[in-house]
């Protein structure tokens, strides 16, 4: 039996790609490992959005040079393999498989060659029409599913890498995109996660040419499914319809990823995000004036090139006016081929990480006042796992926020009595910056 280890980087789009490998590998005869030293095949499906990301990919690799890895086969899928290409065959020669997201649907003829010997098999086209839509994902999880709706990006914000790395964009069709959340509903899950890194701009190349609202609506309506959440979604096509489905069925959870990068209309400009300010909040606006309550969390930059303490600034503001549920907060990264990359006014790396603590304190205290609030409400929590540490469920609202709570008849998985993948209505006891904890009711 051919045994394959894969390591996943990155965010959703690659796990979820990575269940798709892995899927193929197993009907292709190869079954997975827990550890890479019993592996004939390693894989890394890898990450470049920030330097930090790709160098863990070339860490893994030099451990590996010291001896271990003889009669092993490396390959290198993901962002970092179409970025650097051939390249990788030079910085670490004990790879033999280079291969970008595209190329996935070629797979098994990749893996064929590598068995042949071959030792430099690469997948680097980017103009691929095929999309990698194989019947046989293996989902991590028995209860929460992602779809791919569109792949790729057309947009060119200055500082990014994936339009290069995961290339133009490509939609799938609703049928196919319905079909499988058909499927999924049938298998027992009950949520499901659209994925895409524009999703906003998602257009059916059928001709129904649904747009992402439409999608969205339909998706909410299969039979079985209870939560719908949907990543990521770019602030200059999200529109205000979206906002109007969210309204009409409690199914689609009513949490939205908005990710601003900056609170200051000038470093927007400079980054090409195609939105100021004003255009932003127009859109925050929509979902304050909604009936039901909708959390809105997003990402942020510091320290794009030029950025001065006033615009440092306005992204605090932005926070208070915002009042977000919780962010992803980064320092700029400098990345290959991208627009940002010959800018002028670098930000030095001891300024950039005050900045970055300093948002990070603002958004904290931000956090700790809007959770606190929730205490004594209640809330109805998705349970993903049981903490045996705490004897706590651990458990999502629809709001996206983590919910840990006990049961008081079910302290715990018991003779294959288990809470995990129920929904149970929790009454909020206690707070944190990052989570909720508190007491189940009941659970159904
Ligand atoms: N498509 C998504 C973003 C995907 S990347 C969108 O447009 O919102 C996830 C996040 O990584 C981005 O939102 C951004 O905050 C961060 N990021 C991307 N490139 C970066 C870079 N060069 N340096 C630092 N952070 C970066
Ligand atoms: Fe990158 Fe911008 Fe595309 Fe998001 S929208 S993936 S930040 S280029
Ligand atoms: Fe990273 Fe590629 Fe996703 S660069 S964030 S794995 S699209």
């Known amino acids: 039996m051919k045994t394959f280890y894969i390591e996943t980087f990155g965010c959703q789009m690659n796990a979820h790609d990575s269940e798709k490998v892995i899927g193929t590998l197993v009907s292709e005869g190869y079954s997975q490992v827990a550890e890479p030293e019993q592996a004939d095949l390693i894989l890394y499906n890898t990450c470049s959005i920030r330097d930090k990301a790709e160098q863990k990919v070339f860490h893994r690799l030099q451990q590996f040079k010291k001896g271990h890895g003889k009669g092993k086969v490396f390959g290198v899928l993901g962002c970092v393999a179409q970025q650097e290409g051939e390249r990788i065959f ?10 970008g997201s595209a190329s996935y649907a070629k797979l098994p003829q990749m893996l064929v060659q590598l068995e042949s010997g071959d030792r430099r098999v690469t997948g680097l086209s980017l103009d691929t029409e095929e999309a990698f839509d194989t019947p046989f994902t293996r989902r991590d999880n028995p209860h929460r599913a992602y779809i791919t709706i569109i792949e790729g990006c057309d947009k060119s914000c200055a500082y990014c890498v994936v339009p290069f790395t995961r290339g133009p964009e490509r939609s799938r069709t609703s049928a196919s995109v319905l079909k499988e959340a058909r499927e999924l509903a049938s298998m027992g899950y009950t949520e499901i996660q659209l994925l895409g890194q524009n999703v906003n701009s998602y257009r059916d190349p059928s001709p129904a040419a649904w747009d992402f609202a439409r999608l969205l609506r339909a998706v909410g309506e299969v039979d ?54 004003d255009d932003y909040l127009r859109r925050i606006a929509w979902m304050k004036a909604a009936r039901r309550d909708i959390s809105i969390t997003t990402d942020i930059i510091v320290g794009f090139p030029g950025e001065t303490e006033a615009d440092f600034e306005q992204t605090l503001s932005l926070l208070d006016e915002v009042q977000y549920d919780s962010l992803f907060s980064f320092k700029y990264s400098r990345r290959p081929n991208t627009p940002a990359l010959t800018l002028d006014d670098q930000i030095p790396e001891d300024e950039k990480s005050r900045r970055l603590t300093f948002l990070q304190e603002h958004q904290r205290a931000i956090q700790i006042r809007r959770n606190s609030g929730l205490v004594g409400t209640f809330d109805q929590a998705f349970v993903e796992g049981y903490n045996q540490a705490t004897g706590q469920w651990i458990g999502r609202t629809t709001q996206n926020r983590t919910l840990n709570f006990i049961h008081p008849l079910q302290a715990g998985p018991k003779d294959g009595e288990t809470l995990i993948g129920k929904y149970c209505n929790v009454r909020i006891t206690r707070a944190g910056p990052n989570s909720l904890a508190g007491e189940a009711v009941d659970c159904v």
């Open 90 to 99: 030079e910085r670490a020669p004990h790879v033999s498989l280079v291969a």
């Open 224 to 277: 079985g499914i209870r939560r719908v959440r949907f990543t990521t979604s770019h602030p200059r096509d999200f529109v205000k319809d979206i906002v109007d489905a969210i309204e009409e069925n409690p199914v689609l959870c009513n949490h939205v990823h908005l990710p601003v990068q900056s609170g200051s209309t000038e470093v927007l400009r400079r980054m090409q995000r195609l939105y100021t300010r």
